[in-house]
Structure formats: structure tokens, C-alpha cells
């Protein structure tokens, strides 16, 4: 064969495809979500970057992570910290260029690590071309036929098309100045005013998106987190919610194709591209329809993130996400927070531990010590369980949440939209504290200032600090992802509750994977006995005289010798069994 013929002088060298050996990577995979502006800083000038995190990938490979979700990574005014997209093909100059971003995916890959990242349908930024083509491009235009332009109510056009509220308070309709200086047609957004919303009733729309998708793939990356995938499709006829019986902007019949049409791309590449949505969808049956084996892999569990502390609620949250998962085939994930939420540390050391949108408020009385000894039993309960896990950056050093940033200093738009009552998601984005005594701890030059400020306090939960303790948190997470990948019982896979070892009731929740391993949960206060004759692989707190420690979790290696039910609520020591 003539070998010009096969290196053809006019195509780019091709990209490197993350592996083909295993195809079903996704259904157990560790996935650490990388915030790109606060992971690391590699050119000094504050803000996180592509150079920064290159930098750490070897950080990233010794933690055990199978693949990295990038938050966007876009170039963006940041109104809503990037998922305000300007372009979708190219990389903010603050965090770097297209050609990093391609050299970041090949060097990841190297180690193992597949990328992943966030695309943004529903929205785009208002200074995308798109939008000022059509503000531009006045009332009736094509161009304004790809968003939600429309005329107001009322006899002026004065009055707003319909009252839906915003995920982030407030109005979701603002009205538009027409070229002349005369009051015009309202657009929709369901985010902020920046963030007008697409039209996916437009054929460009979707084109383009799966172009986008395309783009990407092409570079290597191995899947794509769907933002906001349950609000791309709205009811034309603009009904006021509860006018109809089903929603006007939320989980409509119509978005199954748009994600069919996406998994026929994504399973036109090797290696098998995943798409993993963001659905906030409280029926978990409609929920798990998207997973359905055309439509995407996975979505992450908001249920579970949600729930409160115990073992009540998260035996029935783990129960219902199962039972709704296998008869779609698909995996579960499990994930304790992300950069929208209230980091685990702090929201389990209160005293309403659940999490909900809009109930965030300054000044809530929070018990730092009994919380991080939670997140870490959290950690451990949710690596044993069947599926893939996320794990937000800075979880893994058991960050807490940062309550008292400077005011002037917030950026989060939910901040302001809720007239400054609602801190704000900024509290979980503070950059890393990666080595050192003082800020800015190695995120980025000393001397920089960080783009948020650290806690002075944070010189004891760098990384550096914790890779030199064998009881840190960080150290969990190694021990904890070096076993899950060890041990074949763990990641995907079936789940058996361990009822002898849990007596009904209490705050004991027990479940075993495969034939030797089980994973004990205490959510109580008081020491819990754990069964007899069983090996201790690893816990998040110290035992205690043997037991398992209040609001600890132990994973065990049992056999046929392992007595499941506990010994009784005694600190004597058990009768000698023979
Ligand atoms: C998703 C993102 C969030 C963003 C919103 C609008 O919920 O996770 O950060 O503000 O979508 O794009």
C-alpha cells in the first residue's frame, strides 16, 4: 500500500481516543470533578488554569481517579462562572488555549485518566454571536428565532409573557431596547438575564450542538455532563405552569430524542463516549427514563445528596435509586456535593443536614468536628456502593464550606438575585490549598491572590499536610479508591442489605458486596458493635474497644467464620463463643 496514501500532509495528526479495553469504563468509574478556576493556578495571576492542572495530574493519578469532569471551560464573561458560554470550540484565555486543552486531554490519557466535560445546551452566553445577531437583528428576524424572543402582554407589550420563576429567583423574561431606542419583544432565561435560553424546537440549535459534541469527541474527550438536561424543550404555547398537566419547562416528553439523536454520536466513536446528565427530576422513574439504553449513560443522584443524615433516609434513598436503575440497565452514581452545593463537611455538622436550593442563609450554627467525621463516613458509604462516584475537589481534603467571604467579593449570581439573603454558591469554590502556611498555599505564586480568598485556617488541610498523615482525609480517599479498585466486589455490581448486622431500626446500616465484603454505616451518636470474626479494611474513625465509632462507617472482609449479628450494646467485653 502507498504509505502516502496513509499520511496525508493536509490532516492534523489524529487525536489520541481515550481506550477501547473496556468499555463498560463508566459503570464503576471514580470521576473528580476539576473547577478549573479553582484547582490550580499555573501562571500566577490568581485564577485557576489549564497549566495548573497539568501540573497535577500526577496528583489526580495517585488519588485513583478514573476520569476528570471539567466544569466549562469556555470562554465565557463568566455571569454565572462559565455557564455563560461564549464559544463553545474554545477555551477562556484565563484558563488557557485550545491547544492546551488538547494537550491536557493526551497527557491525562497517558495516566489513565479520561476527560469529560460540560456542555451547555439550554442557555448561551448574551455575548455569543448568536444572541447579538438577534438583538441586532430586531423583531421577526430569523436570527431571534433560535432563542424565546416575544411580544409582552398588555397593550404596551409592558406586561411579562409568563410568570415562570427562575432556578435562581425572580422573573425569567427581561425586556429587550429595539434599535431605535423603543421598548421591544422579552427573551427568555431561565438562569440569568446573560443566559438567554435556546430554542430547541430551531433545527440550527440542535446542529449545532451536535456539531459541538462532534468538536469535542474528535479531541479525545471520553464524555460530556449535560447542564441543565431536563429544561432545554419548552411548551410554545407559553402556558403558566399548572395550566397544563405537564410542565411548561421542566422534563417535557420531547427531550428523549434530543438525547437519542446524541447517544447515536456518541456511540459512533470508539472507546465509548459517555453522556452523564444533570437532572433534577424528583420523580425517579421519569428520572431514570433518560437512561434508558438509547438515550444517556448515567445522571448523577441528587436524591441521595439531598437526603438528611441517617440511616433511615439513605437506606430508602439507596433502595429506590436501585430499584428504579435495574430495569433500564443502567448504573446509579453517588455523589456527596459539586460546586452548586454546600460542601458535605459543613451541611453534616448542622443540624438540618438535608440540602435544598434557596434555604441557604448566612450565620447557621455549624459543628465543624462532628461534620467532617460524617463527610468522611460518607465517603467511605458511597465508594462501596454500586455505581460510578463523583468526587467534587477539595471533598477529598474534607473542605468545609467558606461562610464569611467578603461580601464584594461574592460573584454567584444566586447571591444576588436573592437581594443578598442567600450566600451564594462562591463558599464552595474557594481555590485548593495545595502546600505551605499561608495563602495563597501553593494554589498559584506566592504573592498572588487568589481569586477568592483562603482561610488562614486552611495551612492544616493542604495537601501537603495531609499526604504526610496517615489519619487524614486525604489519606482516606487514597486507601479508599486503591481498595474500591482492588477489589472486584466494589463498583459495579449487585447490593445485598445485611439485616442481621443492622438490627431494624437502629441507626446500623449494613449491606454486603460479593461473597467477602460488607460495609458498616453508623449514623448514631454511640458506638455500635460490629459483627464477630471479620477483618477491618479500613474506617473513617479510630474503632472504639472494637466497636464502630458514632458516625463512622468500616468496611470488613468477612468469611464463613464472621458472626453477622453484632454483639449487644455492651462495652463488656463478649462471652467467649466456642
Ligand atoms: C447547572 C450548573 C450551575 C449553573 C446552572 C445554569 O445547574 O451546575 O452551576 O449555574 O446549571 O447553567
Redesign the pocket.
Same mark, same amino acid.
Given at each position: 500500500m502507498d504509505s502516502d496514501v496513509l499520511t496525508r500532509a493536509d490532516q492534523a495528526p489524529a487525536a489520541p481516543a481515550p481506550s477501547t479495553a473496556d468499555p463498560l469504563w463508566w459503570r464503576s468509574a471514580v470521576i473528580y470533578q476539576v473547577y478549573v478556576r479553582s484547582f490550580a493556578d499555573g501562571n500566577g495571576d490568581g485564577t485557576g488554569d489549564l497549566a495548573g492542572v497539568r501540573a497535577r495530574l500526577g496528583y489526580l493519578k495517585d488519588l485513583g481517579v478514573d476520569a476528570i469532569w471539567f @466544569?466549562p471551560w469556555y470562554p465565557s464573561p463568566l455571569a %454565572?462562572?462559565g455557564? %455563560?458560554v461564549q464559544d463553545y470550540r474554545d477555551i477562556d484565555p484565563r484558563f488557557g488555549t485550545l491547544a492546551e486543552a488538547e494537550a491536557l486531554i493526551a497527557e491525562a490519557l497517558e495516566l489513565g485518566i479520561r476527560t469529560i466535560i460540560d456542555v451547555?445546551p @439550554?442557555?448561551i452566553s448574551d455575548q455569543h454571536p448568536w444572541f447579538q445577531e438577534a438583538l441586532a437583528a430586531g423583531p421577526g428576524s430569523p436570527a431571534r428565532e433560535r432563542f424565546w424572543f416575544h411580544p409582552g402582554k398588555g397593550e404596551n407589550g409592558d406586561e411579562i409573557p409568563t410568570h415562570w420563576v427562575s432556578? =435562581?429567583q425572580g422573573e425569567t423574561w427581561t425586556r429587550t431596547t429595539n434599535p431605535d431606542g423603543t421598548p421591544g419583544e422579552w427573551y427568555l432565561h431561565m =438562569?440569568t438575564p446573560e443566559?438567554p435560553d435556546l430554542n430547541w424546537n430551531h433545527p440550527d440549535v440542535r446542529r449545532e450542538h451536535e456539531d459541538i459534541l462532534r468538536f469535542w469527541f474528535d479531541r479525545g474527550v471520553a464524555g460530556v455532563r449535560i447542564?441543565?438536561a431536563a429544561l432545554l424543550i419548552k411548551d410554545a404555547d407559553l402556558p403558566e405552569v399548572g395550566e397544563k398537566p405537564d410542565h411548561p419547562t421542566e422534563d417535557r416528553d420531547e427531550l428523549h430524542d434530543v438525547y437519542r439523536s446524541w447517544r447515536a454520536i456518541a456511540d459512533s466513536y470508539p472507546g465509548t463516549r459517555v453522556l452523564v446528565g444533570?437532572i433534577?427530576v424528583p420523580d425517579i422513574d421519569r428520572f431514570t427514563a433518560y437512561l434508558r439504553p438509547d438515550e444517556m449513560h448515567t445522571a448523577f443522584n441528587f436524591d441521595f445528596l439531598a437526603r438528611p443524615w441517617g440511616a433511615a433516609s439513605f437506606r430508602e434513598s439507596i433502595s429506590a435509586t436501585l430499584a428504579a436503575h435495574a430495569p433500564v440497565g443502567a448504573p446509579s452514581t453517588w455523589v456527596l456535593s @459539586?460546586? %452548586?452545593v454546600t460542601r458535605p463537611v459543613t451541611r453534616y455538622g448542622r443540624e438540618d443536614t438535608a440540602f435544598a436550593f434557596l434555604r441557604k442563609r448566612f450565620g447557621v450554627p455549624t459543628d465543624p468536628q462532628l461534620g467532617l467525621h460524617r463527610a468522611r463516613a460518607a465517603a467511605l458509604l458511597v465508594a462501596a456502593l454500586p455505581g460510578s462516584l463523583y468526587i467534587y475537589q477539595g471533598d477529598e481534603l474534607g473542605l468545609p464550606e467558606v461562610e464569611d467571604l467578603p461580601l464584594d467579593l461574592i460573584e454567584d449570581?444566586?447571591h444576588f438575585r436573592s437581594g443578598g439573603t442567600d450566600p451564594g454558591?462562591d463558599g464552595c469554590r474557594v481555590p485548593l490549598p495545595w502546600a505551605g502556611s499561608s495563602a495563597p498555599f501553593g494554589f498559584g505564586r506566592d504573592g498572588s491572590a487568589p481569586w477568592l480568598p483562603q482561610p488562614a485556617g486552611w495551612s492544616g488541610l493542604t495537601v501537603e499536610a495531609q499526604a504526610a498523615d496517615p489519619d487524614s482525609t486525604l489519606s482516606l480517599y487514597r486507601e479508599a479508591l486503591r481498595l474500591r479498585r482492588a477489589l472486584p466486589a466494589l463498583g459495579d455490581g449487585p447490593l445485598e442489605w445485611w439485616d442481621d448486622a443492622a438490627p431494624a431500626a437502629s441507626d446500623v446500616l449494613a449491606f454486603r458486596r460479593g461473597d467477602d465484603f460488607a460495609c458498616v454505616v453508623n449514623t448514631g451518636d454511640d458506638p455500635a458493635a460490629l459483627p464477630a470474626g471479620a477483618d477491618l479494611l479500613l474506617s473513617s474513625s479510630p474503632l472504639e474497644h472494637g466497636a464502630l465509632a458514632g458516625n463512622a462507617t468500616a468496611w470488613l472482609r468477612i468469611g464463613a467464620a464472621t458472626d453477622p449479628h453484632p454483639t449487644a450494646h455492651t462495652t463488656e467485653a463478649p462471652a467467649p463463643r466456642g
Amino acid at each position: 500500500m502507498d504509505s502516502d496514501v496513509l499520511t496525508r500532509a493536509d490532516q492534523a495528526p489524529a487525536a489520541p481516543a481515550p481506550s477501547t479495553a473496556d468499555p463498560l469504563w463508566w459503570r464503576s468509574a471514580v470521576i473528580y470533578q476539576v473547577y478549573v478556576r479553582s484547582f490550580a493556578d499555573g501562571n500566577g495571576d490568581g485564577t485557576g488554569d489549564l497549566a495548573g492542572v497539568r501540573a497535577r495530574l500526577g496528583y489526580l493519578k495517585d488519588l485513583g481517579v478514573d476520569a476528570i469532569w471539567f @466544569n466549562p471551560w469556555y470562554p465565557s464573561p463568566l455571569a %454565572d462562572g462559565g455557564y %455563560d458560554v461564549q464559544d463553545y470550540r474554545d477555551i477562556d484565555p484565563r484558563f488557557g488555549t485550545l491547544a492546551e486543552a488538547e494537550a491536557l486531554i493526551a497527557e491525562a490519557l497517558e495516566l489513565g485518566i479520561r476527560t469529560i466535560i460540560d456542555v451547555v445546551p @439550554n442557555h448561551i452566553s448574551d455575548q455569543h454571536p448568536w444572541f447579538q445577531e438577534a438583538l441586532a437583528a430586531g423583531p421577526g428576524s430569523p436570527a431571534r428565532e433560535r432563542f424565546w424572543f416575544h411580544p409582552g402582554k398588555g397593550e404596551n407589550g409592558d406586561e411579562i409573557p409568563t410568570h415562570w420563576v427562575s432556578s =435562581f429567583q425572580g422573573e425569567t423574561w427581561t425586556r429587550t431596547t429595539n434599535p431605535d431606542g423603543t421598548p421591544g419583544e422579552w427573551y427568555l432565561h431561565m =438562569f440569568t438575564p446573560e443566559q438567554p435560553d435556546l430554542n430547541w424546537n430551531h433545527p440550527d440549535v440542535r446542529r449545532e450542538h451536535e456539531d459541538i459534541l462532534r468538536f469535542w469527541f474528535d479531541r479525545g474527550v471520553a464524555g460530556v455532563r449535560i447542564d441543565s438536561a431536563a429544561l432545554l424543550i419548552k411548551d410554545a404555547d407559553l402556558p403558566e405552569v399548572g395550566e397544563k398537566p405537564d410542565h411548561p419547562t421542566e422534563d417535557r416528553d420531547e427531550l428523549h430524542d434530543v438525547y437519542r439523536s446524541w447517544r447515536a454520536i456518541a456511540d459512533s466513536y470508539p472507546g465509548t463516549r459517555v453522556l452523564v446528565g444533570e437532572i433534577w427530576v424528583p420523580d425517579i422513574d421519569r428520572f431514570t427514563a433518560y437512561l434508558r439504553p438509547d438515550e444517556m449513560h448515567t445522571a448523577f443522584n441528587f436524591d441521595f445528596l439531598a437526603r438528611p443524615w441517617g440511616a433511615a433516609s439513605f437506606r430508602e434513598s439507596i433502595s429506590a435509586t436501585l430499584a428504579a436503575h435495574a430495569p433500564v440497565g443502567a448504573p446509579s452514581t453517588w455523589v456527596l456535593s @459539586n460546586h %452548586d452545593v454546600t460542601r458535605p463537611v459543613t451541611r453534616y455538622g448542622r443540624e438540618d443536614t438535608a440540602f435544598a436550593f434557596l434555604r441557604k442563609r448566612f450565620g447557621v450554627p455549624t459543628d465543624p468536628q462532628l461534620g467532617l467525621h460524617r463527610a468522611r463516613a460518607a465517603a467511605l458509604l458511597v465508594a462501596a456502593l454500586p455505581g460510578s462516584l463523583y468526587i467534587y475537589q477539595g471533598d477529598e481534603l474534607g473542605l468545609p464550606e467558606v461562610e464569611d467571604l467578603p461580601l464584594d467579593l461574592i460573584e454567584d449570581p444566586m447571591h444576588f438575585r436573592s437581594g443578598g439573603t442567600d450566600p451564594g454558591r462562591d463558599g464552595c469554590r474557594v481555590p485548593l490549598p495545595w502546600a505551605g502556611s499561608s495563602a495563597p498555599f501553593g494554589f498559584g505564586r506566592d504573592g498572588s491572590a487568589p481569586w477568592l480568598p483562603q482561610p488562614a485556617g486552611w495551612s492544616g488541610l493542604t495537601v501537603e499536610a495531609q499526604a504526610a498523615d496517615p489519619d487524614s482525609t486525604l489519606s482516606l480517599y487514597r486507601e479508599a479508591l486503591r481498595l474500591r479498585r482492588a477489589l472486584p466486589a466494589l463498583g459495579d455490581g449487585p447490593l445485598e442489605w445485611w439485616d442481621d448486622a443492622a438490627p431494624a431500626a437502629s441507626d446500623v446500616l449494613a449491606f454486603r458486596r460479593g461473597d467477602d465484603f460488607a460495609c458498616v454505616v453508623n449514623t448514631g451518636d454511640d458506638p455500635a458493635a460490629l459483627p464477630a470474626g471479620a477483618d477491618l479494611l479500613l474506617s473513617s474513625s479510630p474503632l472504639e474497644h472494637g466497636a464502630l465509632a458514632g458516625n463512622a462507617t468500616a468496611w470488613l472482609r468477612i468469611g464463613a467464620a464472621t458472626d453477622p449479628h453484632p454483639t449487644a450494646h455492651t462495652t463488656e467485653a463478649p462471652a467467649p463463643r466456642g
